[in-house]
């Protein structure tokens, strides 16, 4: 298990190389089963517990296999029949786009900014991430869990961002504590990578949730501070969204940077992707769209939002459930499986969309479709800076982790670069992005920016949100198959007010009586959280928290505060929603439709 210990600091230099004639030779030297039973483990890993199922078994596969052949009818069938209404739309925007000036891609800012002789002493000044960043990520858990416990792994990856804010752990099975730890203070660390999210546990098993500002130490990114709110409000005009200056989004890397280029009129671009996961979506999958399309208004820069349907067949890990899938939607094979997510990523684009990102700069792509070209480019370097190690490193996966999850932090990585995306930047390279995302997707990007360097691209920079509480409060579920832990941008406002009224966790006091003696607790109250992430008046939230903990605020006069904007917002989406239209689907993910990059002049003070 040495392997799995060396930091991504260390090569793999180090180990021997696996060739395949290594492998051969290694193999030849085994007791081999009978060809049928083959199971390919790395022979010093075999006194491990045997690999999970591959996620789709092929014996299901085969006695499905009534060799009939109808079923969803495939994507480019439907493509084809699309284009036809689709091209008319293209036409139409690029009408309208013929009419405006676009700069040549060269000429977005300056000859060539970034490539100056002091410019680049700068960036030689600032390479790659630094040895404390990566020692900084390794901190607590040198060996992920998952890699010590390949059987053990919890599968959050099928909860979304909002349920692994407070992971089920009746899924997990008992994790003993080991010999002599008892007395320790921690029984569990937290656990964060974009696949499990684990609060931590204390010595007396209470679970207590997640320590943000030790993941923020952990990741070596920084809180945001008041200053930098203050220097976005001075610069921008605006108040900083609620989402923003209340502390959802709570960390950043860079993000001076990105202020820095919006005060002297130089390019950016904001970069935010979604996993589909189910059709439809909740209020904590559309949160972080609400706040990009927010920001994409304030910035007015171009928005490319990535749709990895790839990543959600291939980093599945839960065989059982995707079987289940697999048998639900009746697939005959896995490309059925494919080509089901990329269809709910359609979906999901339509509810994005309708979060109100600019349509004149904003493109939207499934990996599924989009990926080949100057992108894929991008995809082989960037696959080839990472290696095995870092990946098992900083993600958590084992040998027995599929081949394609490890590449993925490549495709991931990716639209980071502006060349991905020549219809927007033609060839230029030195354009940086800011990602809004959720703490967990740090990873992904910390070594991106690692990689940036080393191929001379710009480092992005990162926003970093916390994970959204469910309606029961901070130590429950909200998930997309129960009804009750979560507001769905599909339900109505008799629907709202009953799930607030009869599921959100109150933070007020036992009884009527004892709310008034006692008062409440605002910052537990689910009620007052969803208000606080959209309601933009600080005098109104300050006086219902006030009168809450004075205990002269009511349990129902908060909740009823809180529908009357949970309301407003879902049906101001549903409005959208309803008017997206396949064609406007479409236009959205036109990879020949030209963004017009330029900045907005700076209206002169
Ligand atoms: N991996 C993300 C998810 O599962 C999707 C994603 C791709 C993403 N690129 C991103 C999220 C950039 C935030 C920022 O949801």
């Keep these: 298990m040495a392997d799995n210990q060396s930091t991504p600091r260390q090569p793999s230099r180090r180990e021997p190389v696996l060739t395949p004639g290594g492998v051969a030779d290694q193999l030849s030297r085994l007791e081999l089963p009978a060809p049928s039973n083959l199971n390919l483990e790395i022979p010093n890993r075999s006194n491990l517990p045997p690999a999970p199922d591959s996620a789709i078994s092929t014996t299901s596969i085969r006695s499905n296999d009534t060799g009939d052949i109808s079923g969803p009818e495939p994507e480019y069938i439907t493509q084809a029949r699309n284009k036809n209404r689709s091209e008319s739309v293209s036409e139409q925007l690029s009408a309208q786009l013929s009419k405006m000036n676009f700069p040549q891609p060269e000429h977005i800012f300056g000859p060539n900014e970034g490539g100056s002789a002091a410019a680049k002493e700068r960036n030689a000044q600032n390479q790659g991430v630094s040895d ?28 979304s961002r909002v349920d692994a804010a407070t992971p089920s752990h009746a899924s997990l099975q008992p994790s003993p504590i080991p010999e002599g730890t008892e007395t320790a203070a921690v029984a ?4 964060i990578t974009p696949f499990d999210v684990e609060g931590g546990v204390d010595a007396d098993g209470k679970e207590t949730g997640i320590d943000y500002e030790k993941v923020v130490r952990r990741f070596g990114a920084t809180m945001i501070s008041p200053d930098l709110l203050e220097r976005f409000e001075k610069l921008t005009g605006h108040r900083p969204h609620p989402l923003l200056r209340r502390g959802t989004f709570f960390s950043h890397r860079d993000f001076n940077l990105i202020l ?38 304030v910035f007015n820069v171009p928005l490319v939002v990535q749709i990895t349907d790839d990543e959600k067949y291939l980093l599945e890990r ?13 697939a005959k094979k896995p490309l059925n499986l494919l080509d089901h997510y990329h269809k709910m990523g359609q979906d ?4 994005i969309i309708a979060c109100g990102v600019l349509p004149e700069k904003t493109f939207i792509f499934s990996n599924l479709s989009y990926v080949g070209g100057p992108f894929y480019r991008n ?4 696959g080839k800076t990472l290696t095995v190690n870092n990946v098992k490193g900083v993600f958590g996966f084992s040998d027995s982790d599929n081949a394609g999850m490890f590449h993925f932090a490549a495709i991931q990585a990716t639209p980071s670069f502006s060349n991905s995306f020549p219809q927007i930047f033609g060839e230029r390279d030195d354009i940086p992005c800011l990602i809004p995302c959720a703490i967990d997707q740090d990873p992904y990007f910390l070594v991106t920016r690692d990689s940036a360097d080393k191929l001379g691209y710009k480092k992005p920079c990162l926003l970093h949100s916390k994970f959204l509480p469910a309606l029961q409060g901070a130590n429950t579920k909200m998930s997309a198959s129960n009804e009750n832990s979560a507001i769905f941008m599909t339900d109505d406002a008799k629907k709202i007010a009953k799930k607030i009224k009869s599921h959100a966790f109150s933070g007020g006091g036992a009884t009527q009586e004892e709310h008034q003696r006692l008062g ?34 009511s349990t129902s006069q908060m909740k009823e505060a809180c529908i009357a904007k949970i309301t407003a917002v879902v049906e101001e989406f549903q409005k959208n929603r309803a008017a997206v239209t396949d064609e406007i689907l479409h236009a959205y993910q036109d990879p020949t439709r030209k963004i017009d990059p330029r900045p907005v002049a700076k209206t002169q003070e």
């Design 520 to 553: 409440g607790n605002p910052d537990i109250d689910v009620a007052y959280q969803y208000l606080s992430f959209f309601e933009d008046d600080d005098e109104k939230m300050k006086s219902l928290s006030d009168g809450y903990r004075a205990g002269t605020l």
């Design 318 to 330: 839960d065989a059982k459930k995707q079987a289940a899938l697999q048998k639900k939607i009746k």
């Design 188 to 191: 569990r660390e937290q656990k």
């Design 260 to 297: 820095d280029r919006y005060e002297k009129g130089q390019p950016f671009y904001l970069y935010t992707g979604r996993g589909p996961s189910s059709d439809s979506m909740h209020m904590g999958h559309l949160i972080p769209f609400m706040f990009t399309a927010w920001l994409q208004r």
């Design 132 to 159: 404390a960043d990566w020692a900084r990520v390794q901190l607590d858990d040198e060996v992920p869990e998952a890699v010590k416990e390949p059987v053990r792994m919890t599968h959050s990856r099928n909860v």
């Design 348 to 351: 999901n684009i339509k509810d």
């Design 379 to 382: 995809v082989v370097l960037m």
